[in-house]
């Protein structure tokens, strides 16, 4: 880092006006809750993993089922920070699966206009872009239809390839 006394002392004064501190529970929580959601409402059609907080870039969970788990694959629900919106990932258990599956669906409409594989991830969507935290029941329901849809299209699409 260039100069990181700079940075901490920019990053202590945002702590001390406490937005950021308020934003980042709020969004957690959120999160928290739409996995809790997802386990309640679709335990029949995935099992969902723990929530994953990273550092202050992404929050999400892992959610699966056996058809992905036979070929050591998994998707992501995800709260990109820094874009502010969720997205969902298709990820490989490894890197050589997500080198594997990034090659096989490097053409398909999520990768479109990629030349790389993305950094953590085979393909990304985008569910809601600038969420409104404001009417969080009016969210969870969009997140939800959004995911179930897409999910059904990325399955779909490793159907054919598989």
């Not at 809790?36 to 999400?60: A, R």
């Not at 479109?112 to 969210?139: A, C, H, T, W």
């Amino acid at each position: 880092m260039e100069d990181l006394n700079k940075y901490v002392s920019i990053y202590k004064k945002q702590l001390d006006e406490g937005n950021i501190q308020k934003a980042y529970t709020g969004i957690v929580k959120y999160v928290m809750n739409l996995k809790t959601v997802f386990k309640k409402d679709h335990s029949d059609k995935f099992s969902v993993g723990n929530i994953l907080q990273g550092y202050m870039d992404y929050t999400y969970f892992y959610f699966s089922n056996a058809y992905l788990e036979k070929y050591k694959l998994k998707l992501g629900l995800v709260l990109n920070h820094q874009d502010m919106r969720f997205e969902i990932w298709l990820l490989g258990r490894t890197v050589d699966v997500q080198k594997k599956y990034w090659e096989l669906l490097k053409t398909s409409k999520w990768n479109k206009g990629r030349e790389e594989m993305p950094k953590y991830s085979i393909l990304e969507g985008i569910l809601v872009d600038n969420p409104d935290f404001n009417n969080l029941e009016q969210l969870t329901k969009e997140i939800e239809n959004r995911t179930i849809q897409v999910s059904d299209e990325i399955l779909s699409e490793l159907k054919t390839i598989n």
